[in-house]
């Protein structure tokens, strides 16, 4: 014997109930859409395992492929004191020039100083630093070294680099600072003075 009661919760929804006698007492409710609605199972919404595995290992490749590119402490420092030294040899051509009268940039094999000059050598009278740095200034985890004779670079009033108080730089003048973060140059040119930090 089967019975079919109708309830409607909605306008466009019909519940139908079907009751089936089976030799052991079983029975069952369907529920039917009417309408708008699709007949069957609602779907719902979210992702599946698999698409979720999919993204992780995509981010995983990606992560791999950008981390080698990202720049170490060691590189940023090394770089960033490349730029410092470059420059602080600016200024002291920008002071020699703007004073007339020839200043002194000393390298050390762990740093640098800036200095006045005496008879046109380099003196141990260090000149302000603009920011206020204490001289001479250490270039931590780094060794210095250059093609300079003497490790000095001196600047006449027209900004002009010597390597003494007589020898104008004749060729480029290659200070290379070597730490963790690998190597950097700085090259000061002849006559002009101009000063580059190589990548």
């Known amino acids: 014997m089967i019975s079919l009661p109708i309830t409607v919760t909605g306008a466009e929804f019909a519940r139908f109930s079907v009751w089936t006698s089976f030799s052991h007492g079983w029975s069952f409710s369907k ?3 009417v309408g708008n ?3 069957g199972m609602v779907k719902e919404s979210g992702f599946t395992i698999i698409e979720l595995v999919a993204v992780i290992v995509l981010l995983g490749i990606l992560a791999i492929s950008i981390l080698p590119r990202s720049p170490t402490k060691g590189s940023l420092t ?7 030294l470059a420059s602080d040899i600016r200024y002291v051509q920008y002071l020699s020039m703007t ?3 020839r200043f002194c940039f000393r390298l050390s094999s762990t740093g640098y100083s800036m200095t006045t000059t005496a008879a046109n050598a380099c003196t141990a009278t260090a000149t302000e630093h603009p920011a ?8 931590d985890g780094m060794s210095v070294s250059s093609t300079l004779p003497a490790g000095d670079v001196i600047f006449n009033g027209e900004g002009a680099p010597y390597t003494d108080a007589t020898t104008a730089l004749a060729v480029n003048a290659v200070i290379t600072l070597s730490g963790e973060g690998g190597t950097k140059t700085v090259t000061i040119s002849p006559v002009t003075g101009r000063v580059v930090v190589d990548p």
């Open 31 to 33: 529920a039917v859409c």
């Open 37 to 39: 609605f699709k007949m």
């Open 78 to 84: 090394i770089a960033g004191q490349a730029q410092q």
């Open 99 to 101: 004073r007339g009268q």
């Open 132 to 139: 206020g740095i204490a001289l001479p200034v250490s270039l």
